[in-house]
């Protein structure tokens, strides 16, 4: 039997580890289980006003029980309209920060096969840096929770969460937005990012 040499030795440990890290649930799966869409409003309580901002959050089961999810928010994106014909401004942050204590967003549902957007009312506090996908672009500073379900006043029957969050640029602290258990429609079936 001959002896394997150094490169086949190596190029065997570096497939091993390959495998090893794809057994990551966000590396295995490249699709998100379920896409979550938040739209921050200049006037908060209309819904055909400027849209400020858009926060998608990618989430991927991490546990569940009967009527509980545990979530692993693997990416948010943020995305600032552009105005005047100018394109969008987007930032991503692949790391978010959740304040839970084992990191993952847990939400109740009625039924797990048919998910709600009222389902995703109570955002726990995320906090991050997103990077800018302009390298031109300054990167976002950013902070957002949910309080729970509330009514837009033009919109009575849109779903709605009460939300603070502030979005700032990352090295001027140019403030974009900010708000204070502002209305902000809740979009659970956004799709793709």
Known sequence: MTKPTKSWCSVLLST????????????????????????VREDPDDITSDTLMIVTLE???????????????????????????????????????????????????????????AEFNELPYVEGVALADDPAEEDLDYDIQGHGETV????????ASRMTYAFSKLQSSQLLVEGEEDPVEVDPDATGI
Request: aromatic share 8%.
């Open 152 to 159: 837009i006043q033009s919109a009575p029957t849109a779903t």
């Open 59 to 117: 989430l991927w089961i991490s546990e569940a029980t009967e009527t509980s999810i545990g979530w692993d928010v693997g990416n948010v994106r943020f995305t600032k309209p552009g105005q005047s014909g100018e394109p969008d401004t987007t930032w991503m942050d692949h790391s978010p920060r959740l304040t839970t204590t084992d990191g993952l967003w847990w939400t109740e549902h009625e039924d797990p096969q048919q998910i709600t957007a």
């Open 16 to 39: 091993v580890a390959l495998l090893s890290i794809c057994q990551s649930p966000l590396l295995a799966q490249e699709t998100p289980d379920h896409v979550v869409e938040y739209v």
